[in-house]
T-cell receptor, first 116, second 107 residues
Framework: QVQLQISGPGLVRPSETLSLTCIVS????????WSWIRQIPGKGLEWLGY???????QYNPSLYGRVSMSVDTSKVQFSLHLTSVTAADTAMYFC???????????WSQGTLVTVS | DIQMTQSPPSLSASVGDRVTITCRAS??????LAWIQQRPGKAPKSLIF???KLLKGVPSKFSGSGYGTVFTLTITNLQPEDFGTYYC?????????FGPGTTVDVK
């Protein structure tokens, strides 16, 4: 089973950009669709968007254009960038794999990002 | 966005019990429904996709049913590792949305 490992800072200052990278342990980057999902403490899950290895993306409109994603096939990883963060963006962030753009079949361990 | 609701919000059960969780979608989502388990302190784990299909490695004690707007997750012979929170997720329409979760804890 593929392993997904998130790297990135656990603390981001307000108004700055939150950037996380998800490293894929095998060569399946071009086979699946890759998503970012977050979970605000004590609340539910929110799908942020997905990216395909071609660079095709789709984002959740709830993020009001603050989100972008990128993929680096040579490093077998994909990234999340969330601009102009506020305390409301404090959450556990997950990267995930799916068989289709909106599907999630396998999740990474989460990484807590605090905006403060 | 499609709104997902779950009932009950929480339930208490004993080892060996059979439990059923219901998920409702605010509009018809066909069979595009997944179930996800999250144990305390652990990463979420997807269990079921397409309303009824078990992902590889998921034991047959988990089963899903439903179509359209009403879906159920049933867990038989509840074991300690099954306690946690269960979420449904629709992936029919963009953006995918999740239910608020049902917490299964020890009676």
């Amino acid at each position: 089973q593929v392993q997904l490992q998130i790297s990135g800072p656990g603390l981001v200052r307000p108004s700055e950009t939150l950037s996380l990278t998800c490293i894929v342990s095998d060569d399946s980057l071009s086979t699946y669709f890759w998503s970012w999902i977050r979970q605000i403490p004590g609340k539910g899950l929110e799908w942020l968007g997905y990216i395909y290895f071609t660079g095709t993306t789709q984002y959740n409109p709830s993020l009001y254009g603050r989100v972008s994603m990128s993929v680096d096939t040579s490093k077998v990883q994909f990234s999340l960038h969330l601009t102009s963060v506020t305390a409301a963006d404090t959450a556990m962030y997950f990267c995930a794999k799916g068989n289709s753009p909106k599907e999630v079949n396998y999740w990474s361990q989460g990484t807590l990002v605090t905006v403060s | 966005d499609i709104q997902m609701t779950q009932s009950p919000p929480s339930l208490s059960a004993s080892v060996g019990d059979r439990v059923t969780i219901t998920c409702r979608a605010s509009q018809d989502i066909s069979y595009y429904l997944a179930w996800i388990q999250q144990r305390p302190g652990k990463a979420p784990k997807s269990l079921i996709f397409a309303a009824t299909k078990l992902l590889k490695g998921v034991p047959s004690k988990f089963s899903g049913s439903g179509y359209g707007t009403v879906f159920t997750l049933t867990i038989t012979n509840l074991q300690p590792e099954d306690f946690g929170t269960y979420y449904c997720q629709q992936y029919d329409r963009f953006p995918p949305t999740f239910g608020p979760g049902t917490t299964v804890d020890v009676k």
